[in-house]
Every structure is written in structure tokens, then in C-alpha cells.
């Protein structure tokens, strides 16, 4: 819709609702006023001519109530005139004969007539008692006929307005929308990329300030577009050596990036075979315990052996005898090997054979087993990790495992207390988790002198699971703390420790498992070690290998 048609559109609608209202607002008036006037007139008039009628009515004076019914039918507009008497007996009546043989019906409001003509009654009354009634009939339709033609003048004048104010509206719209067309017009060409283009300006209102604004605006368009031409080229001459540019530091980069994977992963092998050596350092440091832990076994299995063998070969002398005494057939011969077979099971003690045999193999078998356990638990720390990944584990098992690896390094002068409460399954690589705990028991035991106690406990809050390791030794200084799991540094004397087992326990638990480290200790009294594990790991790693060199404060013992 265009503005012309909207200006039109809306003087005239306002045009119309204002003289709608004025041109109803002057009809009800009109109406009003002329009903009013006419209830009144006709209520005055029934009241005047029952006062008239009134001794005419109590004397039953007909003769006179006939010319006072003449007499009132004189006045205009009025059609009939009617008197009743006691019970609604006419005395008198004049006027049209049709409107006269109608049942009477009393009209409250000019304006609610539908007839034509207005019918009202006044009561005869004389010391409050009714003697009668007088009954009139005025014609309205002259009344109407005025209002009617009141209302078709008003219309012919409200459609005159309506068509003068189109007429004005039209000659506005034309006048303001001339100007704008003119901007529209020029906005296109804006848009299609003619910046030179110019508006007259006519007058001096806003629609000509409109006109000045767009010449300005289109002045700076066409100077900010011979600029942005001109950044163009440059920037074009830029890319072109940008490019080259580009192509050439790539080329530098892609190389250095194979330089660093290749180096990445010489680092990574050189990391898996240090974790490696510090395994076997470890076990080498286990050694001398482990084997005194299988001798142990080992000499009451071949001590057990050793018996079973006489004991084999004592039955198999009682079986043999036995077979030779179901050959005889002579009593006498009978009687002689039975006796011979009562003095061997004498002499072999065969009751106390029978008795120990059972606890002998019970004996051979723990022993074994203990042996076959010790060597599971030292394989499992002395493999490499290269393809070991992520996977649930139950800590408290490597714990315990840890446990028997170390047990004869530690007994015989730490006693040891384990806690374990149930833990959830944590995602972790089951051989690294337990070099850690190796390490940090290896340096708990070392820091008692003489006797002392290890405590071992494993605690869960549904994110996490803490392991803590505590003694009672020497403890550690503020000065050694700060520097406990830098990479070499040791405070054991030359020779008996590389300084890398704290340093690949941070890497262990920091770098590759997303969890921390935590250490308290005070000189003389002992150290804490906390170990925290998160129960799912957020981003699984793997084992490539472990961070060992990184820059971290703390210390080796």
C-alpha cells in the first residue's frame, strides 16, 4: 500500500468516525428533544381537558362533554378525543372512527410508537376517587417526517464532507509522496551501484531536508567506495604474496612437525625403557628378599618330599608282602607272613604314616602355591607395559599384590596394618598403578630405622579413590619436600638409589591417570603418601609411556 493511498486513508477515516459522531450525536438530540417535547404536550393536554371534563363527568353531563370534545379536537395533531365514565362507559368520543374502534393501549414513549400516533389518557379523580378517564390520540408522523428528513440532509452533508475530504487528502498524499518517490527512485540506483546520482531539493521542510541528507550521504558513499577500490587492489597485491608466503611456511612447518613427532616418539620409547629399568631396579632391590621368601617354602616342599619317598617305599614293601600272603595256601605259611607283616607295620609305624601323609601333602601343596604366588606377583612387576591400556581394576588387589611382592622386605623389622574398605572398579593400567605403590612402600620402609609401622589404607567417595600409605620414620624435611619428585634428586647415599622413582610415581598418577600426589610428613615422627585416583577417567591415555622429566617440585628418597 502505498503512503499516498494510507494518507488518504487515514484523514478519511478520522474525517468519518469525528462527523459520524457529531451527525449521530445532533439526530439523538433532535429525537430527544422533539420526544420529550411531545410526551409532554401530551400529557399536558390529557391532564388540561380531564380538569375540563371533570364536573361535566360527576353531574353526567353529556351535552357538555360533547363540546368540550369538540372544542379539544380543535387542537392539531390531535386525531381523537375520547371520555369515559365509572366502568369505562363513553360519555363522549370525536375523531377518526378506525382509531376510535381499536382497544385502547397507552403509549409511555414517543420514540417506542409504531402506529403513528401516540396514545395517552388522564385520570378523573375527585377527593382521591376515580370517576373516570379522558383518552387522546396525536398524530407523530409529522414529527417523524421532520426527523427523517433531518437525518437524510445530514447524510447528503456527512457524504459532501466525506468527498471534500478525499479530495483533500488526494491533492496531500500527491504533494508529500511526489518528493519521496523521487528519494525511492534514487535509493534503487543507490543500491544497484550508481553513487553519482543527486535529488533536487525543492523548499525548505523536512521532506527537502530528507532530499539534502540523501545528496550527502550519497557523496560519502561514493568516496567510501573509490577508497574500499583501492584497499581492494592493495589487499589483492598482498594475498598475492601472502600466498607464497604461506605455501613456503607451511612447507617450514610440516617439516618441523615431523621433526617433533619423530622426536615425540624417541622420547616416548626412551620414557617406556626408563620406567622399564626402574622395574627392574626395584625387583633387583626385592631380589635378595624374594628368594629368601621362595627358599623358605622350597626347603619344607623337598623336606616333605624326602619323607613321602621313604613312605612310598614302605608301602610298596607292605604291598608286596601282601601279594606274596595271597599266594600261600598253607595255614602254617599263612600265620608266618602274617606275622612278618605285623612286625613291618611295627617297625614302619604305618598308624603314624597314615596320620601324617595327609598333612605332608596339605604342606607341600601351600608351600607350592606360595612359591607359584611369589613369582606371579614378581612377573607382574617385572613385565613391560607397552600394550597394557585402560581398564577396570580393583585397586585393593594391587594392593594386596604389592603387598606379597614386598612382604619379606618389610617383616622382619616394619609391622604392617591394612585397611582396605571396598572399592568400585577405577579405570587405570593395573602394572603402572602398581610400581607406583612399590615405590612409595619401598621408600616407607626404608625410613624406618629399626622397628616401625606401615599403615596401608583405600577409601572411596563415588568420584574418587584414595590410597595412603603412612609410617612412622624419620620423616622428611620442608627443604627435601620441595624438591621430593624432581627427576635424579635422592637422599640415599651413591649408588643405592637413581633418584626416578617418585619423579615416574607424579608422571604414573598426574600425567597419565588425571589424578594427584599428595605428601605430609614432619621430621621424626613419620610421612603420609596419598595416592588419588578418579574412578572414570575423562580422557583415557593409554600407555605409550610415562612422563618422567617434567619440571615438578618434590623429592626421591
Given at each position: 500500500m502505498s503512503l499516498r493511498l494510507k494518507t488518504i486513508l487515514g484523514i478519511a477515516t478520522i474525517e468519518a468516525v469525528l462527523l459520524m459522531l457529531l451527525v449521530s450525536m445532533t439526530l439523538d438530540y433532535l429525537r430527544s428533544t422533539n420526544y420529550e417535547n411531545l410526551d409532554k404536550r401530551a400529557r399536558t393536554t390529557a391532564t388540561l381537558f380531564a380538569t375540563t371534563t371533570k364536573d361535566a363527568v360527576l353531574s353526567y353531563d353529556l351535552a357538555s362533554l360533547e363540546a368540550f370534545v369538540s372544542e379539544v379536537m380543535k387542537n392539531p395533531d390531535l386525531v381523537y378525543a375520547r371520555v369515559l365514565g365509572p366502568e369505562g362507559i363513553v360519555f363522549a368520543e370525536a375523531g377518526e372512527q378506525s382509531l376510535l374502534q381499536r382497544v385502547f393501549s397507552a403509549d409511555v414513549h414517543a420514540s417506542e410508537v409504531e402506529d403513528g400516533t401516540f396514545d395517552t389518557y388522564a385520570e378523573i379523580k375527585e377527593s382521591g376517587e376515580i370517576y373516570g378517564r379522558v383518552e387522546l390520540g396525536l398524530d407523530i408522523n409529522s414529527l417523524t417526517q421532520i426527523i427523517t428528513e433531518a437525518e437524510r440532509r445530514s447524510a447528503s452533508v456527512a457524504a459532501l464532507e466525506m468527498g471534500l475530504v478525499a479530495l483533500f487528502s488526494f491533492v496531500l498524499g500527491t504533494y508529500l509522496t511526489r518528493q519521496l518517490k523521487v528519494l525511492r527512485l534514487a535509493a534503487k540506483s543507490v543500491s544497484s551501484g550508481n553513487l553519482d546520482i543527486k535529488i533536487p531539493v525543492k523548499g525548505t521542510d523536512e521532506i527537502a531536508e530528507v532530499a539534502s541528507a540523501f545528496n550527502a550521504m550519497?557523496?560519502?558513499?561514493?568516496?567510501?567506495?573509490?577508497?574500499?577500490?583501492?584497499?581492494?587492489?592493495?589487499?589483492?597485491?598482498?594475498?598475492?604474496?601472502?600466498?607464497?608466503?604461506?605455501?613456503?611456511?607451511?612447507?617450514?612447518?610440516?617439516?618441523?612437525?615431523?621433526?617433533?613427532?619423530?622426536?615425540?616418539?624417541?622420547?616416548?620409547?626412551?620414557?617406556?625403557?626408563?620406567?622399564?629399568?626402574?622395574k627392574m631396579a626395584s625387583v633387583g632391590v626385592l631380589a635378595a628378599g624374594v628368594a629368601h621368601e621362595i627358599n623358605n617354602p622350597l626347603g619344607f616342599v623337598i623336606s616333605n618330599l624326602s619323607t613321602l619317598e621313604n613312605y612310598v617305599n614302605n608301602y610298596r614293601d607292605l604291598i608286596k608282602e601282601y601279594q606274596n600272603l595271597q599266594l600261600l595256601k598253607d595255614e602254617k605259611e599263612i600265620h608266618v607272613m602274617q606275622e612278618k607283616l605285623k612286625a613291618l607295620e611295627d617297625e614302619y609305624d604305618l598308624e603314624f604314616m597314615n596320620d601324617d601323609l595327609d598333612e605332608l601333602l596339605k604342606d607341600t601343596l601351600e608351600g607350592s602355591n606360595r612359591v607359584k604366588e611369589i613369582v606371579k606377583s614378581l612377573k607382574s612387576f617385572s613385565h613391560v607395559d607397552h600394550e597394557e591400556k585402560f581398564e577396570p581394576t580393583d585397586l585393593n588387589e594391587c594392593i594386596k599384590t604389592t603387598l606379597k611382592v614386598i612382604n619379606n622386605q618389610l617383616k622382619y623389622h616394619c609391622e604392617m596394618d591394612v585397611q582396605l574398605e571396598p572399592l568400585p572398579p577405577v579405570e587405570c593400567i593395573p602394572g603402572q598403578i602398581k610400581q607406583v605403590l612399590l615405590n612409595v612402600l619401598l621408600n616407607a620402609g626404608q625410613a624406618i630405622n629399626g622397628e616401625g609401622m606401615i599403615n596401608v589404607r583405600s577409601v572411596s567417595d563415588g568420584k574418587n579413590v584414595e590410597v595412603r600409605i603412612s609410617d612412622n620414620g624419620i620423616g622428611i624435611s620442608e627443604e627435601q619436600l620441595s624438591k621430593l619428585f624432581d627427576p635424579f634428586y635422592t637422599t640415599k647415599p651413591v649408588g643405592e638409589g637413581s633418584g626416578l622413582g617418585l619423579a615416574i610415581?607424579?608422571?604414573?598418577?598426574?600425567?597419565?591417570?588425571?589424578?594427584?600426589?599428595?605428601?605430609?610428613?614432619?621430621?621424626?615422627?613419620?610421612?603420609?603418601?596419598?595416592?588419588?585416583?578418579?574412578?572414570?577417567?575423562?580422557?583415557?591415555?593409554?600407555?605409550?609411556?610415562?612422563?618422567?622429566?617434567?619440571?615438578?617440585?618434590?623429592?626421591?628418597?
Open positions: 550519497t557523496e560519502d558513499l561514493n568516496e567510501a567506495h573509490q577508497r574500499r577500490n583501492e584497499f581492494e587492489e592493495q589487499l589483492k597485491e598482498l594475498n598475492r604474496n601472502l600466498e607464497q608466503r604461506v605455501k613456503d611456511r607451511t612447507q617450514e612447518l610440516l617439516k618441523k612437525n615431523n621433526e617433533l613427532e619423530q622426536a615425540n616418539h624417541e622420547i616416548k620409547m626412551a620414557q617406556a625403557k626408563l620406567l622399564q629399568s626402574e610415581s607424579y608422571g604414573i598418577i598426574v600425567e597419565d591417570h588425571h589424578g594427584e600426589i599428595r605428601v605430609e610428613s614432619t621430621l621424626d615422627k613419620g610421612s603420609c603418601f596419598t595416592i588419588v585416583l578418579p574412578i572414570k577417567q575423562v580422557k583415557n591415555i593409554g600407555s605409550e609411556g610415562t612422563s618422567l622429566l617434567s619440571e615438578y617440585d618434590g623429592e626421591n628418597t
